[in-house]
């Protein structure tokens, strides 16, 4: 068995880390409310009146709950168990937090590693679990594991470790961990509030009505757009705390105009340039970049379209004088992409004016973002598609590009997604040879040389431009290193995929157009090929 020795300076930053907190813990600010507390600790154990009183003063200020009563592990330093008293920054952070909690509005919170910001978060659900009234709270992280693993580590762990540590007489009343903490739930048995959990998925949020949504590490979840917009319908109250992770979703989110709360690493008293200094000579560029500075410009690795850097952005909404195309990707368990483009004959330019996605519906569920055009027996749509399916109304049908291959079954009893579609007058054009990934590759990267092709920018189209960056090859691993895959040129499957194929079929389709007509087969017939052959002109 080796031993790992620490090396010489890092052992100086651990034991200047050791001083510099017992500095702090010797300041006469600190050592007040540490005073302070023990004294109502020792009020509490003497006598009733005091725990009503202490009571009182918990339910009205979280301040003076956590100051006085709620405690924080750290494994970085000789002492693991703290008294939670808290930093300026960390009452400014609470203040801001509860304040989106009961004003009913979303928030974001971007930070740099190791802030605590989640253990704050979950120790303020704590609190209003055991003083507010009608706290219906779902929360969630892109792992199970980090959701309830019943370890101190995971969402669930830091709301029972503070649960654990506080008096017992500040339980409530017939609570018991057995009965009351399950996997995933959290019940007050006096009050009826409600803790409950779940991991990263499309669906994510959806269903009853609840008062706060809270997404752990948005940066991280491979649906985060989805995730997000699906808990839209169910509370007004949505928070996500990440560090960032690249320009994705959550990147996004953040421009958006949201109110955001930014925990640097600056704003800790504990931490300064020295400590900086230590932790930028143990990372590497990106990791000081994305993990301390709170950036979310770091480079993607073996991106597919690095091209699309220099696809302009701007406002390029649809006009009735030029010509409209349609772009598919077919899917049903993930997700269906369209995207709605339009070109200008004369100068070649060519414009994507809008794009929608979503996953779990059948093929009919899309026409209406065609045609425009609700049947009143169709589908409930949310404010969302209501949205885009307004903006479509008098668009016109277009010329429609799909999907000619892959695995895929039939959405629809005894029909196909293309029949489905033509009988609603929207015939989709395809050709078996786009079926090669370096076809697309090849007619998407052509399309966006010379600089005539432009984004029209909304809040759907951004997701469009985040799904174009993050596309990537394929990761090998061989002798202990990792390997870009692009030699097989073959993007790896993810949460990007689906607008990224969009765009790549109507690549080909704007490529392949030109007066063509193609022999094509319709590979959605549940019937043999052979049934299915017909030609479609462009």
């Known amino acids: 068995m080796s031993i790992v020795i620490p090396e010489k300076n890092e052992i100086t930053e651990r034991e200047r880390r050791e001083t510099l907190l017992k500095e702090y813990q010797n300041s006469s600010d600190y050592r007040k409310k540490l005073e302070d507390r023990l004294k109502i600790t020792d009020a509490c154990n003497r006598s009733n009146e005091s725990k009503v009183a202490a009571a009182a003063a918990c339910k009205k200020d979280p301040m003076f709950w956590f100051n006085n009563f709620a405690w924080t592990p750290n494994d970085k330093y000789e002492q693991y168990h703290f008294p939670f008293i808290l930093y300026e920054f960390q009452e400014d952070f609470i203040h801001w937090f509860q304040g989106k909690i009961e004003g009913q509005e979303d928030g974001l919170v971007e930070k740099s590693r190791e802030m605590g910001a989640t253990w704050l978060a979950m120790s303020l659900f704590a609190w209003n679990w055991l003083f507010k009234e009608n706290f219906n709270v779902l929360v969630g992280s892109y792992k199970e594991v980090l959701v309830d693993d019943r370890t101190k580590d995971s969402l669930f762990g830091m709301i029972e470790y503070q649960l654990r540590n506080i008096p017992k007489w500040m339980l409530p009343h017939k609570f018991s961990f057995k009965n009351n903490r399950t996997s995933m739930k959290l019940i ?34 491979e649906y985060f757009q989805d995730a997000w917009s699906a808990c839209g319908d169910t509370t ?26 930014t925990l640097h690493w600056k704003l800790h008293p504990l931490k300064d340039e020295k400590w900086y200094a230590f932790e930028k000579n143990r990372r590497t560029e990106e990791e000081v970049a994305r993990e301390l500075d709170i950036s979310y410009h770091h480079s993607v690795k073996g991106r597919v379209y690095p091209e699309w850097t220099y ?56 026409i209406p973002f065609v045609t425009g055009e609700i049947p009143s027996d169709s589908y409930k749509y ?44 929207i015939h989709v054009n395809f050709n078996d040879s786009w079926k090669a990934f370096d076809q697309r590759i090849q007619a998407s990267k052509m399309i966006m040389k010379g600089g005539r092709l432009k984004m029209n920018e909304n809040k759907r189209t951004k997701y469009l431009d985040v799904c174009m960056i993050n596309s990537q090859y394929a990761e090998l691993k061989r002798g202990g290193q990792t390997i870009i895959n692009s030699a097989g040129l073959k993007p790896r499957h993810d949460q990007y995929s689906h607008l990224r194929s969009a765009f790549e079929y109507g690549a080909l389709g704007l490529r392949d157009k030109a007066g063509n007509t193609h022999r094509v087969r319709d590979k959605f017939q549940p019937n043999s090929f052979s049934n299915a052959r017909r030609t479609i002109s462009y």
């Open 188 to 221: 007050n048995p006096e009050n009826q509030n409600v803790i409950k959990g779940d991991t990263m998925n499309p669906q994510f949020g959806r269903g009853s009505r609840r008062n706060l949504i809270f997404l752990d590490e948005g940066a991280y979840w």
């Open 236 to 261: 007004n109250c949505r928070l996500s705390v990440s560090t960032p992770h690249g320009y994705n979703s959550f990147a996004v989110l953040r421009d958006s105009g949201i109110d955001v709360k």
């Open 311 to 366: 696809v302009e952005k701007g406002e390029f909404p649809y006009n009735p004088e030029m010509a409209l195309y349609t772009s598919w990707d077919f899917g049903l368990s993930d997700d269906t992409a369209i995207i709605w483009w339009q070109k200008d004959h004369g100068t070649g330019d060519v414009n994507i004016i809008d794009v929608y996605w979503n996953n779990g519906k059948t093929i009919d569920f899309y």
């Open 382 to 425: 949310t404010k969302r598609d209501l949205e885009v399916i307004g903006e479509h109304k008098g668009w016109g049908r277009g010329t429609q590009f799909g999907d000619p291959a892959g695995r895929f079954r039939n959405q629809v009893v005894n029909q196909t997604v293309i029949s489905v579609l033509r009988e609603n007058g």
